[in-house]
């Protein structure tokens, strides 16, 4: 865990910096794609932290959102895109995502591997070995997921429940025809 520690402190610099970008932005698609950079490095925090499953939850989710805030932007801001006024903000910032993306991609390539002869199945050996005698399952996967990683498994479904949920409520079409409208068209 101390070899992570810079990795992690870097991380939440580029964190940090994305928020403030966010904020300071005056182009509201501008402050989506930094708002993104910095759910992305969240996601990359949760690989460096021995997450995998909370770090994919957290991809989704944030792929999810920013879809969702992309259109509402581009429907907001219409005209700062038609006339090209706000191109350098924009520009700003998807440079910063690609930068965030690819020191992303560098740092979990180059430390996620582990040190040559180590065994890959640490954790996964002791749910093999215990599986089906501690749970009774037939099926180890479901054995895993279900018994040793319940709660886990839970709260990734709420989660992602929650936010299809949102996306649904966000994307539907504002506003309901009454009967009488109905009935005329």
Known sequence: ????????????????????????????????ISVSAVGFALSVAFLFLGAPDIAITQLVVEILVLIILI?????????????????????????FFGLILGFGAMIFGSTGFPEFGEPLMRVSRVYVQTGLPATYAANIVAA?????????TLGEASVLFAAILGALALLRRSGSATREEVVSA
Request: overall charge negative; proline content about 2%; charged content about 20%.
């Open 1 to 32: 865990m101390e070899n992570i520690t810079p990795q992690l402190y870097t991380l939440l610099v580029f964190m940090v910096v994305g928020s403030i970008v966010a904020i300071e932005a005056r182009n509201l698609l501008s402050a989506v």
């Open 144 to 152: 895993v997921i279900l018994d040793f990683r319940a709660y886990d």
């Open 71 to 95: 259109r509402g932007t581009i429907l907001l801001d219409n005209t700062a895109i038609e006339k090209g006024r706000d191109t350098l903000a924009m520009v700003a910032s998807l440079i």
